[in-house]
């Protein structure tokens, strides 16, 4: 049976590997809609869940008898990473049966799927990433709310398609999925340290990551913040992003940045549950910058591009939010939350197309203003016209 789903960019991407591949790995965070996805678009598929225990039980003792494809047009297997070693069995079935499009795998812990993955079915399966809904595909129900509101609800789909309250959905999530899944690909002794952990990894949203500093602000090792941010990571909870190389990188900074896939979760974690707070908040800025860097991050997922965004910042804080190269263009983009256009929000853009001048530079800010225009060959673009565009 077809599930209501809002219109997904992804959809058409999906149907299109299906031809081209045996088996399609679709990763993601818990609640981010992989499953509705799935459903819809391979509606005459066999439906298997592994977080049921007694599926879980045959995938284990009998994988033959449940990858059985006869009288099944396809089998879209939830929850794949519960039984990794399925793969294997996978592989067998696909190199036998010598049809694209037969098992759709969807997961919500990537570095667990992908090891199986790489091992088994390395050249059979082309790789998906499924995240909260984008920008662009709440415009499409018309959401009468504004961008700041919308930072402040997040982009989960079960928050719109059944009127949620973001706070109690975030209180949930965090009890339901993050504690829980973070358990089962590590051993945390504290989970309250490792609680107090995430909060703080919130207030650093934007900033380059300080090991030492936020390791003594929870109490434990550097080694233990690394680990916890690889499993954030590896459950599409937090992404780094890394700084710009470039040959004169003596002047620039080494360290990573840290950013969540879904700013409604951010706020949450940082008390802000309405957009009059989020408002007041000393982070806006900060929010509003992870909101943009994650909708350009959306777009690629959604055309199945990799995630190539990277910053640039010098020893002396002067930096660019956003730099990521395409078909030789280096694009340089700068995001301030500010509502009235100035020029002192374009000087490190001026500033980096001069130090970069060895390669082909576009430029463009984006802030929370209204007017949309080209100046001393900057791209000046307000917040939705720059998401809903082409970037």
Not at 204 to 231: C, E, F, M, P, R
């Amino acid at each position: 049976m077809l599930q209501v789903m809002i219109p997904r960019s992804i959809s058409n991407e999906l149907k299109r590997l299906a031809k081209q591949y045996p088996v399609l790995t679709i990763t993601g965070p818990r609640q981010s809609g992989k499953t509705t996805l799935c459903k819809n678009t391979f509606d005459n598929y066999k439906y298997i869940n592994l977080e049921d225990i007694d599926t879980r039980k045959q995938a284990t003792d009998d994988p033959r008898s449940l990858l059985d494809l006869k009288n099944e047009k396809g089998i879209i297997i939830d929850e794949f990473q519960k039984v990794p070693d399925l793969s294997s069995y996978i592989q067998g079935v696909v190199d036998d049966s010598k049809r694209n499009g037969i098992f759709i795998l969807t997961g919500s812990q990537n570095l667990q799927i992908s090891h199986k993955v790489s091992q088994s079915l390395a050249g059979r399966t082309a790789i998906l990433r499924v995240l909260p809904l984008s920008f662009k595909e709440l415009t499409v129900v018309k959401t009468k709310k504004t961008v700041n509101e919308l930072i402040v609800n997040g982009f989960y789909p079960r928050i719109y398609k059944e009127k949620l309250d973001p706070t109690e959905f975030y209180s949930f999530y965090m009890n339901t999925y993050i504690e829980r899944d973070s358990r089962e690909v590590a051993t945390i002794h504290n989970l309250s340290s490792f609680l107090t952990f995430i909060k703080i990894l919130a207030t650093n949203t934007g900033k380059l990551i300080n090991y030492a500093g936020i390791a003594n602000d929870v109490g434990v090792d550097q080694k233990t913040i690394k680990s916890w941010i690889s499993i954030l990571e590896a459950g599409y909870i937090v992404y780094k992003l890394n700084p710009y190389f470039t040959n004169i990188r003596k002047r620039f900074v080494k360290s990573p940045k840290v950013y969540f896939y879904d700013t409604g979760l951010l706020c949450y974690l940082l008390g802000i549950h309405d957009v009059n707070l989020f408002e007041s908040h000393p982070l806006k800025g900060f929010i509003f910058e992870n909101f943009v860097i994650t909708e350009v991050i959306k777009n690629k997922f959604n055309k199945v591009k990799d995630n190539n965004l990277m910053f640039i910042q010098d020893q002396t804080g002067n930096e660019i939010d956003i730099v990521m190269e395409e078909a030789g263009v280096l694009k340089n983009i700068e995001v301030k939350y500010g509502k009235t256009f100035n020029n002192d929000m374009i000087k490190n853009l001026i500033k980096y197309s001069c130090i970069l001048s060895n390669k082909k530079v576009k430029s463009t800010l984006v802030y929370n203003g209204n007017q949309n225009i080209n100046y001393k060959g900057i791209e000046v673009l307000n917040v939705s016209n720059f998401i809903l565009g082409t970037h």
